[in-house]
């Protein structure tokens, strides 16, 4: 019994830190990498342009890092990408599986 609750707890931490936000200004080439939508040469345009000194904000961010504008941000956002702690403005939050709609008793064939 204990390995089962174990084990549910290590895979709702994995669960958690998957979701968990990467901050332009912080992450690493990891972390970066990990984003859906980052691959090898993005993450390394972020970091050569974060040499140059921290992002102030997205429009700096769309700025300074090639290929990346508002279209383009508003999906790094949506995957958790931040830039110092904030999203994208009007990126949505990555979509969570909508709740199951509550069971409905069957009706009783039986007639009275």
């Known amino acids: 019994m204990f390995r089962k609750i174990a084990a549910f707890a ?4 994995f669960a958690a830190a998957s979701f968990a ?6 992450g690493t080439e990891a972390e970066l990498d990990g984003l859906k939508g980052v691959g090898p040469s993005l993450s390394k345009r972020i970091l050569e342009e974060r040499k140059q000194g921290e992002f102030k904000d997205w429009a700096d961010f769309m700025q300074r890092v ?13 995957e958790g990408l931040t830039v110092n702690g904030k999203s994208f403005p009007g ?14 008793p069957a009706k009783s064939a039986a007639k009275p």
């Open 91 to 104: 990126a949505e939050a990555p979509a969570a599986k909508p709740a199951a709609p509550p069971a409905v």
């Open 66 to 78: 090639k290929g990346v504008k508002e279209k383009s941000a508003a999906k790094l956002s949506a």
């Open 21 to 26: 936000a990467v901050d332009a200004n912080k």
């Open 10 to 13: 290590a895979t709702m931490l």
